[in-house]
Nanobody
Framework: QLQASGGGLVQAGGSLRLSCAAS????????MGWFRQAPGKEREFVAR????????HYADSVKGRFTISRDNAANTVYLQMNSLQSEDTAVYSC???????????????WGQGTQVTVSS
């Protein structure tokens, strides 16, 4: 089970740090990703991180502003979001995959999502 937290309401230019805590599974066994879905839009890839943090990948829209990291000892993955913009408003979900991929359908396990709202 994956549990995402840390969302909230923030002003444009602000920061939030999302956490994704795993229970019953060991995150080190998976590639971990963050995805988001805004109202009326399709789910989109945000970032992913390899099993041992040696490789990260970001959507162009968040590159340079967001940072994904993981603490395998704590069984947790993080998404540090800086310089937030109104376009970042969405429900953010973490997910686990056995494949190195940005395609959400290849992610097997999902958290319930946390709402991020950026006011302009």
């Amino acid at each position: 089970q994956l549990q995402a937290s840390g969302g909230g309401l923030v002003q444009a230019g602000g920061s939030l740090r999302l956490s994704c805590a795993a229970s019953g599974r060991t995150v080190s066994s998976y590639v971990m990703g963050w995805f988001r879905q805004a109202p009326g839009k399709e789910r989109e890839f945000v970032a992913r991180i390899s099993r041992y943090s040696d490789d990260t990948h970001y959507a162009d829209s968040v590159k340079g502003r967001f940072t994904i990291s993981r603490d395998n000892a704590a069984n947790t993955v993080y998404l540090q979001m800086n310089s937030l913009q109104s376009e970042d408003t969405a429900v953010y979900s973490c997910a686990a995959s056995l494949s190195t991929t940005n395609w959400w359908r290849t992610y097997t396990y999902w958290g319930q999502g946390t709402q991020v709202t950026v006011s302009s």
